[in-house]
C-alpha cells in the first residue's frame, strides 16, 4: 500500500498556504519529506512560512499569487513546472466564502468565489496534471467541503463551487487512474482559521464543531498517499454525507434556511 514516504523529496505545490488548511498541508507535507512551493496572496506569510521550513531542512520556493486573477494560475505554472521544477504533488487549496442572504451579499464576492474555487481549480489540474500523466506519475488533492453534500441556504454560492470540485475531483481520479495519478476530493466540516472572518460567518458554524487545521492535514494528506477518492475527516462529518443520501433536498434546505438564517445567529464579522 502506497505510504507517505511517496512524497519524498518530489515538489508539492500548496495555494492557500499563507494560513488555514493550507498552511497546515504544506507542514504535513513537508514532514514527509517533500520539497514545497507555497503560493497565495501575501508574501510576508509564505515568506515566514518558507523561513520555518527551511529551518527545519524543507527545500522551498514561493510564489505569490492571487487565483482571483484569470492569469495567475498560468504564471504559477511558468514559475514551477515551466522552470523546471516538477511538480508531482498539486494541491488545490486555495478557495474563499461569504455568508449572509444571496440578495444582499457582496456581489463581487460571489464572482470570487466561481473564480478562485472553481475556475483556478480547473486550471491548474489542466496545466499540471498532464505533465503527470506523461510522467505516470502524480497526485492532487482538491479541498472540497462538507457543504459539498447538500445545498445551503445563506451559504449558497460556497456550497454550489465546492459541489463543483467534489465531482470534478471523482471525474478527474477515474480518468487519470489508468495513468498512475491519484486524485483525492477533501471534504473538512468547520476549521479552525481566519476563513469564516473573511466568509462573514464567524460563530454561524461553531454549533456544528471545530476541528484543527493539522488534524485535516493529516487526514488528507494520509488519504492522498493511499490513492483514497474521498476522504471526510470526521465521524459525524462522514455520518451527515451519507444520511443526506436518503434525505429529501427539500428536508434538508429547510431545516437549514431555519436554522441559519441570518438574524437568528449572533452579529457576523465583516471582512
Not at 472540497?144 to 454560492?157: G, I
Request: hydrophobic share 45%; charged share 20%; proline share 5%.
Amino acid at each position: 500500500m502506497a505510504k507517505t514516504i511517496d512524497f519524498c523529496n518530489r515538489w508539492a505545490l500548496v495555494t492557500g498556504a499563507s494560513s488555514g488548511i493550507g498552511l497546515a498541508l504544506a507542514r504535513e507535507l513537508a514532514s514527509h519529506g517533500a520539497r514545497l512551493i507555497l503560493t497565495a496572496r501575501r508574501t510576508d506569510r509564505l515568506n515566514s512560512l518558507a523561513a520555518e521550513l527551511t529551518a527545519k531542512g524543507t527545500e522551498t520556493r514561493i510564489v505569490t499569487a492571487d487565483l482571483n486573477d484569470p492569469a495567475a494560475p498560468q504564471r504559477i505554472y511558468d514559475a514551477t513546472e515551466g522552470a523546471g521544477f516538477p511538480v508531482d504533488v498539486l494541491i488545490n487549496n486555495a478557495g474563499l466564502g461569504q455568508f449572509g442572504a444571496f440578495h444582499t451579499n457582496l456581489p463581487e464576492q460571489d464572482a470570487w468565489q466561481v473564480r478562485v474555487n472553481c475556475e483556478a481549480v480547473v486550471r491548474l489540474s489542466r496545466l499540471f496534471v498532464p505533465r503527470m500523466v506523461e510522467r505516470h506519475s502524480g497526485w492532487v488533492l482538491i479541498v472540497s467541503s462538507m457543504a459539498s453534500f447538500q445545498p445551503m441556504p445563506y451559504n449558497t454560492t460556497y456550497a454550489a463551487t465546492k459541489a463543483f470540485d467534489r465531482f470534478f475531483s471523482l471525474g478527474l481520479a477515474e480518468e487519470v487512474e489508468r495513468f498512475g495519478v491519484k486524485v483525492t476530493t477533501l471534504c473538512p466540516g468547520p476549521v479552525e482559521s481566519e476563513f469564516f472572518q473573511v466568509a462573514r460567518s464567524a460563530g454561524v458554524f461553531s454549533r456544528f464543531g471545530i476541528q484543527t487545521a493539522e488534524e485535516v492535514a493529516r487526514k488528507g494528506v494520509a488519504a492522498l498517499a493511499e490513492g483514497r477518492r474521498i476522504i471526510v475527516p470526521t465521524f459525524k462529518g462522514a455520518l451527515t454525507s451519507c444520511i443526506t443520501r436518503f434525505v429529501p433536498t427539500r428536508t434538508i434546505t429547510r431545516v437549514l434556511e431555519k436554522g441559519m438564517r441570518p438574524e437568528r445567529n449572533k452579529p457576523i464579522v465583516s471582512r
